[in-house]
């Protein structure tokens, strides 16, 4: 097994964790990948990362949650709707023993695809 900071690709950092930590990270790529078809996958700071006309998104785990990084944009634009979870300026904390709100996920990833899209024209 690799140690943390030395994988490669997606599916490298996603085999690092154990199975419970991964049914969700996968759960977290799929969605990200189902909400913009066509994003780049790729690991950026250490985590993995999808860019399309821009950078999207980043994901991670840690021992007490996932960590999705939207960037600052949609943290503040989902305001309302990111209420029951800790959030910092580009950051969710999505509770390991909670279900992953992959209708939210999706959300802030079409939103943030749009405005790529803006920035691009």
């Given at each position: 097994?690799?140690?943390?900071?030395?994988?490669?690709?997606?599916?490298?950092?996603?085999?690092?964790?154990?199975?419970?930590?991964?049914?969700?990270?996968?759960?977290?790529?799929?969605?990200?990948?189902?909400?913009?078809?066509?994003?780049?996958?790729?690991?950026s700071?250490?985590?993995?990362?999808?860019?399309?006309?821009?950078?999207?998104?980043?994901?991670?785990?840690?021992?007490?949650?996932?960590?999705?990084?939207?960037t600052?944009?949609?943290?503040?634009?989902?305001?309302?709707?990111?209420?029951?979870?800790?959030?910092?300026?580009?950051?969710?904390?999505?509770?390991?023993?909670?279900?992953?709100?992959?209708?939210?996920?999706?959300?802030?990833?079409?939103?943030?695809?749009?405005?790529?899209?803006?920035?691009?024209?």
């Open positions: 097994m690799k140690e943390k900071g030395l994988f490669k690709t997606v599916d490298e950092y996603i085999a690092l964790h154990p199975a419970s930590i991964q049914e969700g990270l996968e759960l977290i790529r799929k969605t990200i990948k189902k909400a913009a078809p066509g994003a780049e996958e790729r690991i700071y250490q985590m993995p990362a999808y860019r399309l006309n821009g950078m999207l998104v980043f994901f991670a785990a840690t021992k007490t949650h996932y960590g999705f990084y939207p600052s944009g949609p943290v503040a634009a989902f305001r309302e709707k990111l209420r029951a979870y800790k959030t910092s300026k580009g950051t969710i904390r999505l509770p390991l023993d909670k279900p992953i709100p992959v209708k939210l996920i999706t959300e802030i990833v079409k939103w943030q695809v749009k405005e790529n899209r803006k920035k691009k024209k």
